[in-house]
């Protein structure tokens, strides 16, 4: 096992905490004492900067319904129209009974034909496992199949039995993107920066940079697409202000918070829902659709894929125009039929009706807007501008949502569809040098630590730290001759590491056998600019050294984020009480261990009674901390101090003694020490770590 060690720092521009004598040992021998480090601006700069950047960098938002695709002209960015004139490309993949790969709008054309092979929507399942409920509340409702991948991730299945992954899907979406660009630059495209959700995870961001690499893109950078829109806001801007973009696009819900101060972005917080988006506004409107025909009709069509992918159709067409005017009429003549002929519906749709069908979806969007807001310790009042990204935010309801929540109107000065992929190309302008008074500053969205002894999460890296960003710890073995420490990487905001998602483990061997808390070793996290996760232990006596990036396999679900943090809010009391008993306990077993040893060096020089009293005290701190989960840390803590100050005592005692024998033998050197042992006598306030420490050095 590792317990925790205090540190010197040699380097002027690394901060160390107090030593700190109360071991937290995790259960794999890992405990830590914090060093903190300092980043400067050129480092940030240069790590923000790529310096091999060739030829023209693109931005791509790689979105849930649709794509876009955008590229510097001069200092301004510029969406590129695609081989059908549009601006936007429908994020859909399909193939057809010959083979052929159809992407964007002539997929899209095709869906009501060839249901099982047409794939939408797909970017709600990348980094993402089958087992995910959110998995299985979308197998109900897509006509095209989700299978299990040999590693647990959710997959796509074709009618031919062809299976792909959710990365593959979009590496298609993203090579039309590349064929756009170069038909409008004449030259080939290598190079782009991708957007992700702000909340999207560890494991999406590599599957999103894997979905690139298919595609035949370098990817440069991976950057949130709040941030982004801020950057296509902000890139013309000379006032200094707070924005807030509040972001609802087809599949996802991101909300983040932003400093601009000449040039600067900077991100103070982020929040969202990874699975709330215009599918879920499409899918409700849906239901009711099909509910009101069955009541019509008394035709139901829920297990008729094609006239399910019309009703989607047409729920999407309506949703649109119902953004404009306040009634709509669908028509879908032949929905289906039965015995009595031809079934078709006719249904007028008032906005106010479909506001009250998707009431629930937008208050969603609230609790991570508050949360965002008091992440960043900002009020609503300071932030100066509110944007909207995503097609949803131009529902009427939608913005005034947005106006209720920060108290005044939103902005509507960026184009929901486009400020995406624009931001996206002024990053990649950043990177190809292009663009040199711009810097960008995102966060990461949830806190990275390991497990320590009794399970507590020990944090390394807390949520909304400003990436990239690197943390070191320090830590030393618990027991003798200890050559091997096993860690775990966990991602979340609960105190207990069973209650967080773990990302992934490594072990460090190797380690030459030594006393406990002799050896250092160093742990670092590293979270790159893209928010992808490396780990790594070096032990500094032998240099030996493992590592680890967390792969995509190791990716969290929506309701596990959520949960984490509602969780770690509603039993936040309760999370404190488990740390507090796991620290009264490792306390408790550190003073034990630390006493035990003095009373075996001084036994010659302790009244065998008193000796006797202090092996009773150390017996009835042990049997406290025996019962674990019952204890009462507060018991233990009152025990513990108890222990401590008679211990002291008796210790004082061997030293006057041992004292009094050097003086008696004449030694001038005795003499000495006796006064440094008087003076340690008299500190009954200090830890028994400082003791042990004086005392070894009153002993060299």
Not at 100 to 127: C, M, P, S
Not at 466 to 484: L, N
């Amino acid at each position: 096992m590792l317990s925790r060690l205090a540190t010197v720092a040699s380097k002027a521009n690394v901060v160390v905490s107090k030593p700190n004598h109360f071991n937290l040992l995790n259960q794999y021998g890992v405990a830590a004492t914090s060093i903190g480090w300092m980043q400067h601006a050129e480092t940030l700069q240069r790590r923000f900067k790529s310096d091999q950047v060739k030829g023209a960098v693109v931005g791509i938002d790689l979105g849930t319904t649709n794509s876009c695709v955008a590229v510097m002209e001069g200092k301004q960015a510029k969406v590129i129209t695609n081989a059908e004139g549009d601006r936007t490309t429908p994020s859909i993949v399909a193939f057809t009974k010959d083979g052929e790969r159809l992407v964007g709008i002539q997929a899209k054309r095709q869906g009501v034909t060839n249901t099982a092979n047409t794939f939408y929507a797909t970017k709600r399942l990348i980094g993402r496992k089958f087992d995910d409920e959110e998995i299985k509340k979308d197998m109900k409702n897509i006509p095209f199949k989700i299978v299990r991948a040999s590693n647990g991730d959710a997959w796509v299945e074709g009618s031919d039995g062809k299976v792909y992954s959710p990365s593959q899907i979009g590496a298609f979406t993203l090579i039309k993107m590349k064929e756009t660009a170069e038909a409008y630059l004449n030259q080939p495209v290598k190079n782009a920066v991708i957007t992700v959700p702000a909340y999207f995870n560890d494991s999406q961001r590599q599957a999103t940079k894997d979905a690139g690499q298919i595609s035949g893109l370098n990817v440069l950078r991976v950057i949130n697409e709040p941030t982004a829109a801020a950057l296509a806001y902000g890139m013309d801007k000379t006032e200094d202000k707070v924005i807030a973009v509040y972001d609802l696009g087809g599949g996802t819900f991101d909300v983040s918070l932003l400093e601009i101060q000449k040039g600067v972005f900077e991100v103070k917080s982020t929040n969202g829902d990874t699975f709330l988006g215009g599918e879920d506004f499409d899918r409700h409107l849906v239901n009711f659709m099909a509910a009101e025909f069955r009541k019509e009709q008394g035709v139901d069509v829920t297990k008729d894929n094609m006239a399910m992918q019309r009703l989607k159709e047409a729920a999407e067409k309506a949703k649109i125009e119902l953004s404009a005017s306040t009634q709509t009429d669908i028509n879908l003549p032949y929905l289906t039929m039965d015995s009595s002929g031809p079934k078709h519906m006719n249904l007028k749709l008032t906005r106010a009706k479909f506001e009250s069908l998707v009431d629930g979806l937008i208050k969603r969007t609230v609790a991570p807007c508050i949360k965002a807001l008091k992440d960043a310790e900002v009020t609503k009042n300071e932030v100066g501008e509110v944007l909207l990204v995503g097609g949803m935010t131009r529902m009427p309801k939608v913005q005034a949502t947005v106006q209720e929540i920060f108290g005044r109107a939103p902005s509507k000065s960026v184009n929901p569809d486009e400020a995406v992929a624009m931001g996206a190309a002024i990053q990649g302008g950043v990177l190809a040098g292009d663009v040199t008074d711009v810097l960008l500053l995102d966060v990461t969205p949830l806190s990275l630590g390991i497990e320590t002894l009794g399970g507590v999460m020990t944090k390394l890296i807390n949520r909304n730290t400003t990436i990239p960003t690197r943390k070191s710890q320090v830590f030393s073995t618990a027991a003798d001759g200890q050559t091997q420490v096993e860690i775990k990487v966990h991602q979340g905001e609960r105190e207990m590491a069973a209650d967080n998602k773990i990302l992934g483990q490594f072990s460090l061997v190797g380690i030459p056998p030594a006393p406990r808390g002799v050896p250092q070793i160093e742990v670092t996290f590293d979270i790159d600019a893209n928010g992808i996760v490396h780990v790594s232990a070096r032990d500094k006596a032998s240099g030996k050294e493992q590592q680890i990036v967390i792969q995509s396999s190791g990716g969290l679900s929506k309701e596990e984020i959520e949960n984490m943090v509602r969780k770690a809010e509603q039993y936040a009391a309760e999370d404190k009480k488990k740390r507090e008993l796991i620290e009264a306990i490792n306390q408790g077993e550190s003073i034990i261990h630390d006493t035990e040893s003095k009373l075996d060096e001084f036994k010659d020089q302790l009244p065998a009674d008193e000796v006797s009293k202090l092996k009773t005290d150390i017996q009835a701190v042990r049997e406290l901390i025996a019962i674990k989960d019952s204890a009462d840390p507060e018991e233990i803590k009152k025990k513990v101090t108890e222990l401590q100050q008679a211990s002291l005592k008796l210790f004082e005692m061997a030293y006057k003694k041992m004292a009094a024998e050097r003086e008696a033998g004449g030694s001038s050197r005795s003499g000495s020490s006796s006064d440094d042992y008087s003076g340690e006598a008299h500190s009954s306030e200090k830890t028994a770590e400082e003791e042990s420490k004086k005392k070894g050095e009153d002993k060299q």
